[in-house]
């Protein structure tokens, strides 16, 4: 039973991690291009980047960047759920070999 519980705790940690790690990644992109827009002469360049991150998402959203960020959020997320899953089968496997 305490096995399972720490399964089940890896697992909720890893959703929750994983759903927040591209969600800040691409905030933190956004951001920094923002500031970089402040700088002389690089407002355009910044601009033109911000946007094509922005179209990027909106591929993936159906035409909404917040859209197109929550299925890439939620992709990674369950791809990581998988890993965390296999990863504690090899676990049990490789704990009964020894």
Do not use: E, K, W
């Not at 002389?40 to 998402?57: E, K, R």
Request: aromatic content about 14%.
């Amino acid at each position: 039973m305490n096995l399972l519980i720490s399964f089940l705790r890896s697992l909720l940690l890893t959703i929750i991690f994983s759903f927040t790690a591209p969600m800040i990644f691409v905030g933190a992109l956004l951001a920094s291009f923002m500031l970089v827009g402040y700088i002389p002469g690089l407002q355009n360049a910044a601009s033109a980047v911000a946007n094509l991150i922005l179209d990027f998402l909106a591929t993936f959203g159906n035409g909404t960047p917040i859209r197109g960020l929550i299925t890439i959020a939620l992709t990674c997320s369950f791809v990581a759920v998988l890993f965390d899953t296999y990863v504690h089968y090899r676990y049990q496997i490789l704990r009964l070999d020894s």
